[in-house]
């Protein structure tokens, strides 16, 4: 970074480029680039999971497996997009065994995730879902806080009330309603799943920021994928085996068959939403590793007050007041966080200045 660059401040800390390689507007152009996989990707892939139950999908390990299982098409960008060399540092590399048990343990807490958001969208219509999923936000900023020591101010304390009101509200209306045929005790147990694959989802998120900056230590968008391609295959492999151990794998061929909008409408909308996810993940990871878990969750936390819009119009899901007013709780919480970056960013800025008038000062 040259002398006349400001260094980035995201979360309100005052650093150089994650990507040190990279000048100012093509750390921002990727930056843009991971928000549009996330939104674009979890969007579709929220959307396609509830078009597979709603056409006659029923197997949860399906739904689970498919959320990871494209992750081999990672390896063409990891092998077409050279990685910059890092300067030497004075840290030794991680051994393979610790490589092997962060993607293990990563990777089953990322089935174990999947498998709980496969069971809360069976339960719940695409907007519920994600207005639910919006707690994550709330989740995160308490694991940033006691994991990654991100500064937990009133704006962001603020922005975890609301949110947590926004769930609550969602889980006391009378009136919410699930899809066809689910019983007011399915939507619990799917209100229940979601609320907790959130806050596992956030851990997550946490621990994939720790292992960055003090295992991993790289600087390269490789690191990245390779994050994504070992967790997801740890992830695919516990998922498969879940599948058969379950029994599950015996109904796929009769839940083809009798797929309502045909078998090759099943095959296409289980690819798809593997795709989906794919490119989410890549943007989820991306934005962990470019600025923090806590921005990789906002965004994600954007992109789900997205879905029921886009719920509203692909399946008519059914937009109640309590559902408006979470929506809304949803967005104020999302807005409260982004202004508090706001914030910390202008502080650091001109601490920025007045550092470099001293310094230049001195200088004379």
Same mark, same amino acid.
């Given at each position: 970074?040259?002398?006349?660059?400001?260094?980035?401040?995201?979360?309100?800390?005052?650093? /150089?480029?994650?990507?040190?390689?990279?000048?100012?507007?093509?750390?921002?152009?990727?930056?843009?680039?991971?928000?549009?996989?996330?939104?674009? =990707?979890?969007?579709?892939?929220?959307?396609?999971?509830?078009?597979?139950?709603? &056409? =006659?999908?029923?197997?949860?390990?399906?739904?689970?497996?498919?959320?990871?299982?494209?992750?081999?098409?990672?390896?063409?960008?990891?092998?077409?997009?050279?990685?910059? &060399? /890092?300067?030497?540092?004075?840290?030794?590399?991680?051994?393979?065994?610790?490589?092997? %048990?962060?993607?293990?343990?990563? +990777?089953?807490?990322?089935?174990?995730?999947?498998?709980?958001?496969?069971?809360?969208?069976?339960?719940?219509?695409?907007?519920?879902?994600?207005?639910?999923?919006?707690?994550?936000?709330?989740?995160?900023?308490?694991?940033?806080?006691?994991?990654?020591?991100?500064?937990?101010?009133? %704006?962001?304390?603020?922005?975890? #009330? #609301?949110?947590?009101?926004?769930?609550?509200?969602?889980?006391?209306?009378? $009136?919410?309603?699930?899809?066809? +045929?689910?019983?007011?005790?399915?939507?619990?147990?799917?209100?229940?799943?979601?609320?907790?694959?959130?806050?596992?989802?956030?851990?997550?998120?946490?621990?994939?920021?720790?292992?960055?900056?003090?295992?991993?230590?790289? $600087?390269?968008?490789?690191? #990245?994928?390779?994050?994504?391609?070992?967790?997801?295959?740890?992830?695919?492999?516990?998922?498969?085996?879940?599948?058969?151990?379950? +029994?599950?794998?015996?109904?796929?061929?009769? $839940?083809? $068959?009798?797929?309502?909008?045909?078998?090759?409408?099943?095959?296409?909308?289980?690819?798809?939403?593997?795709?989906?996810?794919?490119?989410?993940?890549? =943007?989820?990871? +991306?934005?962990?590793?470019?600025?923090?878990? %806590?921005?990789?969750?906002?965004?994600?936390?954007?992109?789900?007050?997205?879905?029921?819009?886009?719920?509203?119009?692909?399946?008519?899901?059914?937009?109640?007041? #309590?559902?408006?007013?979470?929506?809304?709780?949803?967005?104020? =919480?999302?807005?409260?966080?982004?202004?508090?970056?706001?914030?910390?960013?202008?502080?650091?800025?001109?601490? &920025?200045?007045?550092?470099?008038?001293?310094?230049?000062?001195?200088?004379?």
């Amino acid at each position: 970074m040259t002398d006349n660059e400001e260094p980035m401040i995201i979360d309100g800390t005052m650093a /150089e480029f994650p990507l040190k390689s990279y000048n100012r507007w093509q750390w921002w152009l990727l930056v843009a680039l991971n928000i549009f996989f996330l939104v674009v =990707g979890q969007a579709a892939a929220v959307l396609l999971g509830r078009f597979y139950y709603d &056409q =006659g999908g029923n197997s949860k390990w399906m739904a689970t497996l498919v959320q990871t299982a494209a992750f081999p098409i990672l390896f063409i960008p990891l092998y077409l997009i050279p990685s910059r &060399q /890092e300067a030497s540092t004075t840290f030794s590399p991680p051994s393979i065994k610790v490589l092997t %048990l962060i993607y293990f343990v990563l +990777g089953v807490l990322l089935a174990a995730d999947n498998m709980m958001y496969s069971t809360g969208l069976l339960y719940l219509s695409a907007s519920t879902y994600s207005l639910i999923c919006a707690s994550q936000l709330a989740f995160n900023a308490v694991f940033s806080y006691f994991i990654n020591a991100q500064k937990f101010t009133i %704006l962001i304390l603020n922005s975890v #009330v #609301v949110l947590s009101l926004s769930s609550a509200l969602l889980a006391i209306n009378d $009136e919410s309603e699930g899809p066809s +045929g689910v019983s007011q005790g399915k939507y619990i147990v799917g209100f229940l799943c979601t609320l907790g694959a959130s806050a596992i989802y956030s851990l997550l998120l946490s621990l994939m920021q720790l292992s960055f900056q003090k295992v991993l230590k790289k $600087e390269t968008f490789s690191i #990245v994928l390779e994050m994504q391609i070992y967790t997801s295959l740890v992830a695919t492999c516990v998922s498969t085996i879940a599948l058969f151990m379950s +029994g599950e794998w015996r109904t796929l061929h009769g $839940e083809m $068959e009798g797929f309502h909008t045909g078998r090759v409408s099943y095959i296409l909308t289980l690819v798809w939403t593997a795709l989906s996810w794919q490119v989410c993940s890549v =943007g989820v990871v +991306g934005l962990i590793f470019m600025v923090s878990s %806590l921005f990789s969750n906002v965004i994600s936390t954007l992109s789900l007050a997205v879905t029921p819009i886009a719920s509203l119009i692909v399946f008519h899901d059914k937009m109640n007041g #309590v559902k408006i007013i979470s929506m809304l709780l949803s967005l104020w =919480g999302f807005t409260t966080y982004i202004h508090q970056n706001y914030l910390d960013d202008s502080k650091a800025r001109r601490t &920025q200045r007045a550092n470099s008038e001293t310094r230049n000062d001195s200088s004379c």
